[in-house]
């Protein structure tokens, strides 16, 4: 008997691993060629970094955000890294119609759409919530409506090309942190939303997938300009960051967490030890220093 146990055990154990490692699909990066992808929030940060990964894949890219200047150079630039082609329109998420609009061109100048990258925020504050509730109504506009208004006007389209929705959120759309209470809102919003009608897809028999994508604190220059002097957490490379969503989106997964550790991990404390969790972000917070402002 104990013979068998010790065989039986690691036959057992790799059978098991065998069979979880090869039913998840891995990544190639032929799997986003030639894919008509819009990504929004492109002029910068994260959506910047995934324009070029994409055009190193060679997609079809359609990017958004308010600044000409800079989606003209983020065009430019993706056009020399081989992009199928690259084009942009600019306006502001704070107007539906202009979020309605970037879809439309989408039809009209791809003729379809495969990827719809949902990641612009607008400008928030780092800082004790100030009580304006016009900004908390603005943000939502911006960060959260938009996407709806967006994921509304697209998903006939995505039905068509059985494609996917990649909705960039953060850790704090999990769980709360201090100085983030309006921008905090939205991103639980989303979950809301996109977790909600994922699982109205699956009743239905949508094929258009929804990634959330679970961020933790990334080296943007601005957030670290808005945070990094009040944490005690380094940030993570956007470029890494960009990638693995794209990955994330590619593979249909249902959320993504970056980094892992400090994302996933302190997730399983949430349920469990809540308290124990929000003391542990405190503790990840130079509070002195926020206090002097
Ligand atoms: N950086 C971080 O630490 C973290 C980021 N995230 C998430 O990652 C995503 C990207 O963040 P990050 O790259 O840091 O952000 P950035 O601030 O670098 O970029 C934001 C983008 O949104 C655009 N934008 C801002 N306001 C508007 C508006 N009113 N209408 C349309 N576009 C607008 C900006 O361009 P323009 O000003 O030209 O309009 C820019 O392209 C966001 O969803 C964020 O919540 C999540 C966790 C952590
Ligand atoms: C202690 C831990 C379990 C992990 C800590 C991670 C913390 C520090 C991470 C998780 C989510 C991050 C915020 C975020 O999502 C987006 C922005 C917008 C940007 O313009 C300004 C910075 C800000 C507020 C980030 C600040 C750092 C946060 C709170």
Redesign the pocket.
Known sequence: MGQLQKILIPFLGLVLAFWFYSARENFKPEMLKGKRVIV?????????QMAYHLARMGSHILI????EA??QKVVERCRELGAASARYIS????DMAFAEHVVKEAETSLGGLDMLIL?????SYFDYFNGDVGHVRKLLE??FL?YVAMTVSALPMLKESEGSIVV?????GKVGFPFTVP?SAT?FALDGFFSSLRQEFSIQSVNVSITLCI?????????VRA?AHRLLVP?AP?EECALEILKGGALRRRELYYRYGSTRLPLLLRDWAAELLDYLVRSRYRLDSAEKN
């Open positions: 929004t929030g492109a002029s910068t940060g994260i959506g910047e958004t955000a308010r600044t800079k989606l306006g502001t998420m704070e990641n612009h925020v607008g400008t911006i960060n938009s960039v959120s953060s850790m704090a921008y991103k961020l933790g604190f990334i080296d943007t220059e601005n957030a945070a940030p956007r």
